[in-house]
């Protein structure tokens, strides 16, 4: 029996794209590095379509031409060394499919070294964990378009559908895809970190219980901020941790790890020269939350306010609310921003409304805030920023002011709001038409000659700031 597809790298979230592949009507070839992992898997499924494969040459030799496997093993060098294994195995025109979590250049470079030697690859961002992977994820395919076409009909049935439609379309040229995954991680960190503010504000201000937090989060669930990391806060807040008896969110420590790909989302931005305010809090946020120890000694040293809210409960609740949509509109205007100037610099012809269509199911980011990014690029296709879309500057019109005073509420008690913060600031600096950058240039010209232009004639200018 020859397979349709191949996978190698049985760890959970290879496992479910199989179980996932399968369970859609395609024979799917399985390898791991470790044979064990990849006979337990086989023998604890049995009757499916699976081909266990103990080499990669077995691997190859079990698939139909032209050859579709993917890589499911840890990024980077990784990924690199079955390729090295693999390319001796293949003919022109197989494919090698890479769905970890890859930096983009990565995919650059192999696009351009597999194709020299007649192969086709495809780098496959991946979004919504292990359950996504088992029912229906989010999937960004970038590679050529000839790539994706080979494996297109697979990709669909596995994805996510949102109101009938795959979570899937071929995003672009060699790393698109996995620049857009990586985008969509750093968008989850800002979404996340709004959100652990929000909970912190009303947590530290308000003496809110777990459960008054759970049955706050569930009614929001109901309306604009309805999303998958909304209501999964809210079922945190209700798990009761059974020796202690008390809400198990409250006795996890407050040190959030992270992956690498909202780091590199912020360092492309730089790169790009892209202002991502809120989704670098986020980032600052967990690189502070990892200095425990020092946290708690300043803590019994520097003074600061008492976080204790002596205003009406119920309208801070509904501020927090409004602000927390104003802040996720900033977080999301500044990604889309860099998902444009992205396909600017490398030529990826990005088309953001089906970027924002496919997140609607399956990823983690999921929302039903992303129909109103889909609507605003359909009705704007080169919109250049999601707070010039006319919807939603009227949705930050509408919420600025709870946005300012959750900031100013945050601030007076002395509780950090970074992204809060950083999304106020990020909008108050898009919607000036005068920022004091003038100063800026004049001091770099002052120290360094670096020059500077003029608003009221053309050209380059260097002065004697002495004089």
């Given at each position: 029996?020859?397979?349709?597809?191949?996978?190698?790298?049985?760890?959970?979230?290879?496992?479910?794209?199989?179980?996932?592949?399968?369970?859609?009507?395609?024979?799917?070839?399985?390898?791991?590095?470790?044979?064990?992992?990849?006979?337990?898997?086989?023998?604890?499924?049995?009757?499916?379509?699976?081909?266990?494969?103990?080499s990669l040459a077995d691997f190859v030799a079990a698939l139909k031409r032209p050859r579709k496997m993917m890589i499911m093993v840890k990024a980077g060098a990784p990924v690199d060394a079955v390729i090295d294994q693999l390319v001796p195995l293949l003919e022109p025109g197989d494919l090698i499919i890479d769905g970890g979590n890859s930096f983009f250049p990565d995919d650059e470079r192999r696009t351009r070294d597999l194709e020299a030697k007649g192969l086709r690859y495809l780098g496959v961002g991946v979004s919504g964990g292990e359950e996504g992977a088992l029912w229906g994820p989010s999937i960004m395919p970038g590679g050529?378009?000839?790539?994706?076409?080979?494996?297109?009909?697979?990709?669909?049935?596995?994805?996510?559908?949102?109101?009938?439609?795959?979570?899937?379309?071929?995003?672009?040229?060699?790393?698109?895809?996995?620049?857009?995954?990586?985008?969509?991680?750093?968008?989850?960190?800002?979404?996340?970190?709004?959100?652990?503010?929000?909970?912190?504000?009303?947590?530290?201000?308000?003496?809110?219980?777990?459960?008054?937090?759970?049955?706050?989060?569930?009614?929001?669930?109901?309306?604009?901020?309805?999303?998958?990391?909304?209501?999964?806060?809210?079922?945190?807040?209700?798990?009761?941790?059974?020796?202690?008896?008390?809400?198990?969110?409250?006795?996890?420590?407050?040190?959030?790890?992270?992956?690498?790909?909202?780091?590199?989302?912020?360092?492309?931005?730089?790169?790009?020269?892209?202002?991502?305010?809120?989704?670098?809090?986020?980032?600052?946020?967990?690189?502070?939350?990892?200095?425990?120890?020092?946290?708690?000694?300043?803590?019994?040293?520097?003074?600061?306010?008492?976080?204790?809210?002596?205003?009406?409960?119920?309208?801070?609740?509904?501020?927090?609310?409004?602000?927390?949509?104003?802040?996720?509109?900033?977080?999301?205007?500044?990604?889309?921003?860099?998902?444009?100037?992205?396909?600017?610099?490398?030529?990826?012809?990005?088309?953001?409304?089906?970027?924002?269509?496919?997140?609607?199911?399956?990823?983690?980011i999921r929302a039903q805030f992303l129909n109103r990014i889909t609507d605003a690029f359909r009705r704007n296709p080169d919109l250049p920023n999601l707070l010039l879309d006319e919807t939603f500057k009227a949705d930050v019109a509408n919420r600025q002011a709870s946005l300012r005073y959750v900031v100013q509420t945050a601030i007076a008690l002395g509780i950090p709001a970074l992204a809060f913060s950083s999304s106020l600031a990020y909008l108050d600096a898009y919607r000036t038409a005068r920022l004091p950058a003038n100063l800026t240039q004049a001091q770099r010209d002052y120290f360094g000659a670096h020059t500077y232009r003029r608003v009221d004639k053309p050209g380059s200018f260097h002065s004697d700031w002495h004089a």
């Open positions: 029996m020859q397979a349709d597809i191949g996978l190698t790298g049985l760890a959970v979230m290879g496992m479910n794209l199989v179980l996932n592949m399968e369970r859609n009507g395609f024979t799917v070839a399985v390898h791991n590095p470790t044979t064990k992992t990849m006979t337990d898997f086989v023998a604890t499924h049995p009757g499916k379509n699976l081909v266990g494969c103990e050529s378009r000839e790539a994706y076409d080979l494996v297109k009909d697979i990709f669909v049935a596995i994805s996510a559908k949102a109101e009938g439609e795959p979570c899937v379309t071929y995003i672009g040229p060699r790393g698109a895809g996995h620049y857009v995954k990586m985008a969509h991680n750093g968008i989850e960190y800002g979404d996340m970190q709004l959100i652990a503010e929000a909970y912190d504000i009303l947590h530290r201000a308000l003496n809110l219980s777990s459960a008054e937090l759970a049955d706050i989060f569930d009614d929001w669930n109901r309306g604009e901020l309805q999303s998958y990391l909304i209501e999964i806060t809210s079922q945190i807040f209700r798990k009761i941790d059974p020796d202690t008896g008390q809400a198990l969110v409250e006795l996890v420590l407050d040190q959030a790890e992270q992956k690498g790909t909202g780091k590199w989302t912020s360092q492309s931005a730089f790169d790009l020269g892209v202002p991502l305010s809120t989704i670098n809090a986020s980032l600052d946020s967990r690189n502070i939350s990892a200095y425990k120890t020092e946290r708690v000694a300043a803590s019994q040293v520097i003074a600061g306010p008492e976080a204790k809210f002596s205003g009406d409960r119920a309208q801070l609740i509904d501020a927090v609310r409004n602000a927390l949509y104003a802040a996720k509109i900033c977080s999301y205007a500044q990604g889309m921003a860099l998902l444009r100037a992205a396909s600017k610099e490398y030529g990826y012809a990005l088309q953001y409304g089906a970027i924002a269509a496919i997140w609607r199911g399956g990823c983690i």
